[in-house]
């Protein structure tokens, strides 16, 4: 692993996606920004955290000659190993909201945007951009976001916090690597929001209705029972979960 220190960039993800390009590419390499000035989201949203106080960086993994079954697993190896290094600083109520949130309680403290970078059909490498609510104790606006600090009152230690996070993450990847990708998608599925309970949706045509989570499948699509048991298949453009 090298860690890559920068005070401003535009995005981590798009200088590792850079530097892929560049042929310097080790696996492994973090880049870690105080600020960006374009921190991106998933489906094109803004990703905005105040300059030094929360984690924004971005991890290359490489795949040379291993071909990734199937690319959800990214996000749940990445996912649960945000989950495990929050658990284990003892962040109350955890969990993860399809397909790679971390709440705590009903609050979103952490996002990720996966950026993959193909070769044919297979992954050559992923561009991992982790956003983790740390210090930053003000949100302006937002409503159902958190940072660690406002939930237990500490102040943290970034780097701490990123090594952990780090230790994590290689080993989920070394799960994935050895063929035991069933055993995360149960860890997974265990810590989803609201899997199991009746839950409001809105779909792409802005039309609400209820629904009960029920699983993910290989592919990462959202699988939801509807009323008199029809089960239908969703990709995060298609529906949003409301409450
Ligand atoms: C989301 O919308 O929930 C995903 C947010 C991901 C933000 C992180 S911050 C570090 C990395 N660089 C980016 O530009 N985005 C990701």
């Keep these: 692993m090298q860690i890559i220190k920068l005070d401003a960039i535009d995005s981590t ?8 390009s560049s042929l310097q590419a080790r696996d492994y390499t973090v880049v870690v920004a105080n600020t960006q000035t374009k921190g991106r989201g998933q489906m094109g949203t803004i990703w905005d955290s105040e300059s030094g106080k929360n984690l924004t960086f971005s991890v290359l993994k490489l795949f040379k000659t291993f071909e990734v079954k199937h690319q959800f697993l990214l996000n749940i190896a990445t996912s649960l190993a945000v989950y495990t290094t929050l658990n284990d600083m003892q962040i109350p109520d955890l969990k993860i909201k399809w397909p790679n949130d971390i709440l705590s309680g009903n609050n979103k403290i952490c996002g990720i945007l996966i950026e993959n970078i193909l070769s044919g059909t297979k992954i050559q490498a992923s561009v991992i951009g982790i956003g983790l609510n740390i210090n930053q104790i003000e949100f302006n606006n937002l409503v159902n ?13 970034l780097d701490e916090v990123l ?8 080993q ?3 799960t994935i690597l050895t063929g035991k990708e069933l055993e995360l998608k149960q860890l997974y599925l265990k810590v989803l929001f609201k899997k199991d309970k009746v839950s409001t949706f809105k779909n ?3 039309q609400m209705f209820t629904g009960i989570i029920r699983n993910v499948n290989d592919n990462g699509k959202l699988l939801v029972e509807k009323e008199d048991e029809i089960f239908q298949e969703f990709d995060l453009k298609e529906i949003k979960l409301l409450y």
């Design 13 to 20: 993800n798009l200088y590792l996606k850079n530097l892929m």
């Design 163 to 170: 090594l952990n996070f780090m230790k994590n993450l290689e």
């Design 204 to 206: 792409d045509a802005d």
């Design 172 to 174: 989920l990847f070394e």
């Design 145 to 157: 976001v958190s940072s660690l600090k406002l939930l237990t009152g500490i102040h943290y230690n």
